[in-house]
């Protein structure tokens, strides 16, 4: 089992203490969980999966890891990688005694076609672990499905809805590359009339929690529907924040994965707009504009088909992203023949949801920031945000192993944190290189907060790593305190791609760092299981 430890530096817009201490543990043995896609921790203090193939719904125990099998779907349909049972949202007071024990589900189903619905079921306890999922209520039906890009993350907001997330379909792309996106196309209201959701596609909808549309949702070309807002390709993760403000993670294509701030009627752009509007790495190619679309090339566009720049496409109400990771040049080569695995290669995260730090006596400098979950990397990023729900900075990595992370819940106290992995697929993790041997598959790993580490150093206020000068132009010298310079040590440089860039080991108190491209590294410094990360300019 790894064990990695993490402490942070950060200093362009606020302090953060010089230790952050994480143990891991895993709780669940791997391949237990197949397909996990939601995880919760719930009022009642256990542990809320869905997993995904398995179409089941289980409770954990995080303490003694006992499980509680609540639910099992035969009605749901999974035949790809990116449907079945899907999201799950609790009730606020649930097992509280007001009547309202309901658990909503998402998942697919087939009738003359792969279709979504929400359904909400009542949770019953006989005990303290024999629960159950009985008495299902269709909230919505006939929602748009399909083999990819389903999204479906589902939320309880603080206004009492539900909030649902529909990706693009999968749409202009691959087995789906002749069907057109429908991420920019809104219901006219004869549709809405005869409950016709079909363009209910790469959307943030909100519902009532009858499945009806709210009366003060937003009206979009003249119709109110149950879209919140629009112009999403894979949104996979969604939060809200104590104040109200929504937040989404989603899916770039092979550069711009995004982190936006949800406004209600506003458009976020696909597939005319990848990530910021600035003509950088992307142009849509609309293949179902064109004959020969069946002979799809992630790195071309057939002779005739209809070409947009993100700078030729304008409309009053789309909103940018509030990060992305990563935002590269159009000279960017996608295809560097040395990469031999270009989904890794691709300066993309594939984020596949997020969550929200705002505990103030928790670990401390974290409040408040976002937890944008990695697949391919392995990684949590952690993006410290302003009041008004601006990026501040540059995204931290945390936790970093051979996985792939799926999803992740917060503990109330604010020290600990569940992570779900996939039990299959490919990531880099910190091997830099692609693999499909995962350490820790289909497992739940827990990260708990611990401090006082190296705290004899930081009572002096000397910073345990340095960087002189910083920014570098042309050379640089990383330092380590007294302590830190006596004994053996791994010392690595990552690209904000996730590429190690420069690694060494040994016994040295400094260290002249090699010449970089212009950009932004973390430089890493492992020392007796203790990360230290210390951000380095390049000018």
């Keep these: ?86 999201g799950m949202a609790l009730h606020p007071e649930l097992g509280q005694g007001a009547g309202r024990d309901f658990v909503y589900l998402s998942y697919t189903y087939f009738q003359e076609s792969r279709k979504q619905k929400i359904v909400r079921y009542t949770f019953t306890l006989k005990g303290s672990q024999d629960g159950s ?33 529909i990706g693009n379909q999968g749409k202009n792309q691959y087995e789906n590359v002749c069907e057109e996106i429908l991420a920019q196309a809104l219901p006219t209201q004869s549709e809405v009339d005869v409950l016709d959701w079909s363009t209910y596609q790469g959307k943030v909808l909100r519902l009532n929690t009858d499945g009806s549309i709210p009366a ?114 159009d000279d960017y080569n996608f295809v560097d023949p040395s990469c031999n695995v270009l989904f890794i290669c691709w300066p993309t995260i594939a984020p596949s949801s997020i969550d929200i730090y705002e505990n103030s006596t928790g670990i401390p400098g974290w409040s408040r920031s976002l937890l944008v979950v990695s697949l391919k990397l392995g990684m949590v990023f952690r993006q410290p945000i302003d009041d008004q729900g601006n990026a501040l900075g540059e995204a931290l990595p945390y936790w970093d192993t051979q996985n792939r992370y799926r999803d992740i819940a917060v503990h109330p106290n604010g020290r600990e944190f569940f992570m779900i992995t996939d039990n299959r697929g490919q990531t880099s993790g910190p091997s830099n290189s692609n693999t499909d041997d995962l350490d820790n598959p289909g497992a739940i790993l827990r990260f708990k907060y611990r401090n006082g580490v190296l705290g004899h150093e930081n009572s ?38 996730g590429n190690t860039i420069f690694q060494h080991a040994d016994v040295l108190s400094t260290l002249e760092l090699p010449d970089l ?23």
């Design 517 to 539: 491209s212009a950009g932004v590294y973390l430089v890493q410094v492992e020392v007796e299981g203790i990360v230290l990360t210390e951000r380095l300019i390049v000018r």
């Design 133 to 165: 999922l009985i008495d299902p209520v269709a909230v919505i039906t006939d929602l748009p499905a399909s083999n990819d890009h389903n999204s479906g993350r589902l939320l309880f907001g603080p206004d009492d809805k539900l909030y649902y997330t």
């Design 216 to 329: 003060d949702n937003p009206i979009i070309n003249g119709v109110q529907s149950h879209i919140f807002s629009y112009g999403h390709r894979n949104p996979q993760g969604l939060v809200f924040a104590a104040d109200g403000s929504l937040f989404s993670s989603e899916h770039g294509p092979k550069t711009d994965d995004e982190i936006n701030r949800i406004e209600a009627g506003k458009n976020y752009g696909w597939p005319y707009v990848a990530g910021y509007q600035d003509d950088n790495a992307y142009v849509y190619c609309n293949w179902s504009s064109t004959d020969n679309c069946g002979r799809y090339d992630d790195y071309g566009c057939p002779a005739g088909a209809e070409v947009t720049k993100e700078s030729a496409w304008t409309r009053a109400d789309f909103v940018p992203p509030i990060k992305t990771f990563y935002t590269v040049g």
């Design 460 to 497: 002096r206020n000397d910073p345990l790593i340095k960087i002189y000068p910083n920014p570098m132009q042309e050379k640089a010298t990383l330092t380590f305190s007294h302590t830190i310079g006596k004994v053996n040590k791994q010392i690595r440089i990552i690209s904000l791609q």
């Design 1 to 86: 089992m790894r064990f990695l430890i993490y402490l942070i530096f950060y200093s362009v817009h606020f302090y953060l203490p010089a230790q952050e201490h994480f143990e891991m543990k895993q709780l669940a043995p791997d391949n237990s969980l197949s397909d996990p896609w939601e995880i919760l921790y719930g009022t009642d203090n256990m542990l809320w999966i869905t997993s995904r193939s398995a179409k089941t719904v289980i409770r954990i125990d995080p303490e003694t890891g006992n499980r509680d099998f609540l639910l099992a779907i035969n009605d749901a349909f999974q035949t790809s990688t990116q449907d079945g049972l899907l």
